[in-house]
Structure formats: C-alpha cells, structure tokens
C-alpha cells in the first residue's frame, strides 16, 4: 500500500495545461469514484485550483499511479503532446517508508 500523489502547479505546467487539468466538483468525484470502484484506489481526495490539480490517493493493490497518470493525460485531450505529459508530476510514497517516523 502506497500513497499516489499525481499533479500539476503553477510552477510546473503553463496555463494552458492546468486549466485542462482542473477539475469541478463532481468531475473529481466521478473520477475517484471509478478509480475506488475499479479497486485501483482504497480513498482519494482532488484538490483543484486555479494554480494547482493535484491527486492524492492511497492505493489498492500497488498499481495506482499509471492510472492516475493516465486519467490526467486523458483530460488534456487530443492536444496532449510530450511536453504536457512531462508536466504531470507523480510520487509515490509507500508506509513502510514511513513507518520508522510514525513509531515512536
């Protein structure tokens, strides 16, 4: 189990790119709805601003992130070029990496 951690700010993507990644409300809720029903996820949250998208999810079965990814890349259409990929950062972060801070 890992927490997914995928997105873009305005330090790392244009406007251009950003605004095709934000998402409304219920855009962010039916997407994280698919991604808990598909079992790729266990929880999830967006954040979207207008300076920032990001994606926060604790994965399923170790398989998230080119899922997530991919969802983002999908939301920048048939425009999606090398340069606005690159522009989705991701991280992973697995709780056994953790556990050692968490213990006291």
Not at 9 to 20: G, L, M, N, Y
Not at 37 to 53: D, F, H, P, Q, Y
Request: aromatic share 4%; proline share 4%; with cysteine.
């Amino acid at each position: 189990m890992a927490l997914i951690v995928a997105g873009v700010s305005h330090q790392t993507a244009p406007i251009e790119v950003r605004e095709k990644l934000a998402f409304r409300s219920d855009e962010a809720l039916r997407e994280l709805a698919r991604l808990r029903e598909s079992g790729i996820i266990r929880e999830g949250v967006a954040l979207s601003t207008c300076n920032r998208t990001e994606i926060y999810a604790v994965e399923e079965n170790g398989d998230a992130l080119p899922h997530i990814a991919a969802m983002l890349a999908r939301r920048l259409g048939n425009d999606a070029n090398s340069r606005m990929c690159a522009a989705i950062a991701t991280w992973r972060l697995t709780f056994s990496a953790l556990q050692p801070d968490l213990n006291p």
